[in-house]
Nanobody, 125 residues
């Protein structure tokens, strides 16, 4: 089981930036991947971006392409989400996730084996 600890959420004005971090510990496995999801009140949890640990292949949801960047630091077992040009509709609880890369590239919650505790991101207009 992988343990995930997130940091970096907060309150920001529209157009601003935030960077989320997620440190992983515990056993990893082949085809390991990490990613970021978010969940707004009354909405389903949605994938934002994922990254394959070996090779660094990435996936981005259309809603964040060009604004958000996922990256990893192998030495620190940490994944980051740089969020730029934030909009009020980006307000949500953001979750770090770990699981299998697989054909779906960790884009569905069923492929997630571990979740972080969640961090609130609030974008004011």
């Amino acid at each position: 089981q992988v343990q995930l600890v997130e940091s970096g959420g907060g309150l920001v004005q529209a157009g601003g930036s935030l960077r989320l971090s997620c440190a992983a510990s515990g056993r990893t496995f082949s085809n390991y991947a990490m990613g970021w999801f978010r969940q707004a009140p009354g909405k389903e949890r949605e994938v934002l971006a994922t990254i394959r640990w070996i090779g660094g292949s990435t996936y981005y949801a259309d809603s964040v392409k060009g604004r958000f960047t996922i990256s990893r630091d192998n030495a620190k077992n940490t994944v980051y989400l740089q969020m730029n040009s934030l909009k009020p509709e980006d307000t949500a609880v953001y979750y770090c996730a770990a699981g299998q890369w697989g054909p779906r590239r960790l884009t569905t919650t069923v492929d997630v084996g571990s979740w972080g505790q969640g961090t609130q991101v609030t974008v004011s207009s």
